[in-house]
């Protein structure tokens, strides 16, 4: 009933916008579900994200108002024709169905990969039983603690609109987030209305636009990877600035500022790429660049948003362990080489960097071969050149225009790698996986993709036609040829293996399932004790003691949203004990957690014991102020 009055919602207001602006219901979809977002990223802060519902519903209600209003200014006539171009629009039946036969793939969908398991998955978790975001030393995975959270806000909507966690949920959040950014660009491509082959025009549209992140993005089929999603803002981002004057004055202003920032919100490195479309407005419109002050304002916001994320991090004590340990550690440690000379000579160096050439050069994108054309980064690129040259001679690109795009284009190519290649000599330099080409050219797409990803999105939309351009506009036998020439690239070129793996015939990897499972069932008694601990309130973090055991992310999907800090304990009992009062302290842990414990611990830890009695394995304590340690049963029967 209520994901109902929602959908009926959402679609007055796409409705009543599309009216006013003169556009399907796709083609704003996007600003709606990022206004979403960025309206979950407000209610996150007060743990009253389920009042997105009300906000929309109130939203639905001003929009039919809205309608009203122009109906009676119009005539019911211009409103049943309004209906009939809307509703009738074959893009968005064929979008709909697109959706709901993937959802139906996804049925069942499990969190498989590191990255997914050991942050996104359980942030999202968190985020749900949270109804916000976590309490003051209270949020999951305090390794990535500072990562911005704008894609696991939308992807809470799934399993939100569902009525219950489950990670196939999570999933449809995920992959409809894509869809609506996708088929937007898919709307460019229409045929001329009453025409009989609308509808199979709508069918290769809304599906190469679904075929289109694997060409530069194939990590888009294999995880939530929130860096595909972050492409894609990006590549609407900077189409959006191109079609500028083809677009409704204030609604163009609108939705520039409220996709800059969810590009901003999405990833930490999205403020980079959101100055970056700031620029390329900036070189695009040079000369005829009016309004500075809204390029500012942009700036501005933009600054805010991401300001506004780092002092709530401050506040909460969230960090991000790598960021402020490991990775400058690690670059000092490169620095000290290049410094003395021993640079290449070090570990692995020499062969990342051979790895790293290689890679780019002749790696293909794609982890699995079939019919479609295996591009490999350079090879895609020299395709993006040479389309830019021919869409340049044809004047689909404004004259004089090319050499700002190529400038554009260098400039985010050059700085990504480069910033790639540091990370790859500072960051990743003990991940041995990446001499091997093949994982590193996987590192590269999905790093690099903004750059792949939106420069090819932002071609497609001058291959459309509907780029704004200072001469009239090409011929419609030239925007047919440029439409088909946009089409077989995208569907030579997609990962057509990958998408089969994820949607078709094998969407869960029965080895990795296998090892989830048995690592939860080695966790099983810290899951079920760790059931017991109010996670709602400040401080109440579990510090995971291990002896003798190993360790998997997983634990943190399944603990989530109870946070907690895993540390291995030595074999010296007071190096051990040592250890624990530093990380009690040093985590604000509530609780301790004993999974394993070296000879003579349970002895010296016995002091500790409220109850004098001797601590035991698998056991959870909570900790009091003083450093005492209370068995939870018998201190929450206690208190």
Known sequence: MIFGLTVLSVLCIAFAIGWYTDKQIIAVMPVIVCTMGLLLYLLAFFHRMSWIDGLIWAGGIASLAAIGHRAKRHGRRALLAEVRRQLGDTHLWVCGLLILLAFWMLRGEMVLEWDGYSFWGPDTKSLYFNDGFAAQYGNVAPKFGAYTPFAQLIWWLGPHFAGQYNEQYVFWGYYAFGAVLLFSLADRFRAPA??????????????????????????????????????????????????????????????????????????????????????????????????????????????????????????????????????????????????????????????????????????????????????????????????????????????????????????????????????????????????????????????????????????????????????????????????????????????????????????????????????????GAFLDAIAQVPYQQPGNRVLLCLYNDEFNPVVINEASPVSFVNITLPDDPQQALNQIDVSLQGVHAGYLYLKGLPDGLAELLTARMADGSTPQEECLYAVSENGDLQPVQKYRQSG
């Open 194 to 523: 009453g025409r009989w082959y609308a509808p199979l025009v709508s069918v290769v549209a809304c599906t190469g636009a679904v075929l289109l992140p694997g060409i530069a993005c194939t990590a888009w089929y294999r995880a939530i990877y929130v860096d595909p999603l972050m492409a894609m803002l990006f590549g609407l981002v900077i189409s959006l600035i191109v079609c500028r004057d083809r677009e409704h004055p204030v609604f163009w202003q609108v939705q520039l500022v409220v996709l800059l920032l969810s590009l901003t919100l999405i990833k930490s490195i999205g403020l980079l790429w959101s100055l970056l479309a700031l620029l390329f407005y900036c070189m695009w419109w040079r000369g005829k660049l009016r309004r500075w002050r809204f390029v500012l304002g942009c700036a501005a916001g933009a600054g805010v948003a991401y300001a506004s994320w780092s002092v709530f991090c401050r506040v909460m004590v969230r960090s991000s362990e790598l960021v402020t340990n490991f990775f400058p550690q690690a670059a000092a440690n490169r620095l000290a080489e290049l410094q003395n000379g021993t640079f290449l000579q070090a570990g692995n160096n020499l062969g990342y960097i051979k790895s790293y050439i290689k890679a780019f050069l002749f790696t293909p994108i794609h982890r699995e071969t079939t019919m479609a054309l295996d591009l490999s980064p350079a090879m895609l690129l020299v395709i993006l050149c040479v389309a830019i040259v021919l869409l340049g001679r044809y004047g689909f690109v404004p004259r004089g225009k090319g050499a700002r795009l190529f400038g554009f284009m260098a400039v985010c190519v050059v700085l990504i790698y480069v910033v790639l290649f540091i990370g790859q000599m500072t960051m990743f330099y003990t991940e041995t996986q990446y001499l091997n080409p093949v994982s590193a050219v996987t590192l590269m797409t999905r790093y690099c993709a903004p750059a792949h990803m939106g420069l090819l999105m932002l071609l497609v939309t001058f291959a459309s036609g509907k780029a704004t351009n200072a001469e009239p506009a090409p011929p419609s036998g030239r925007q047919l040829t440029a439409a088909v020439a946009a089409g077989a690239m995208v569907f030579s070129c997609a990962a057509y293996a990958e998408m089969g793996r994820r949607f078709v015939y094998d969407p869960l990897d029965a080895s990795r399932v296998e090892k989830r499972m048995d690592f939860t069932a080695r966790y």
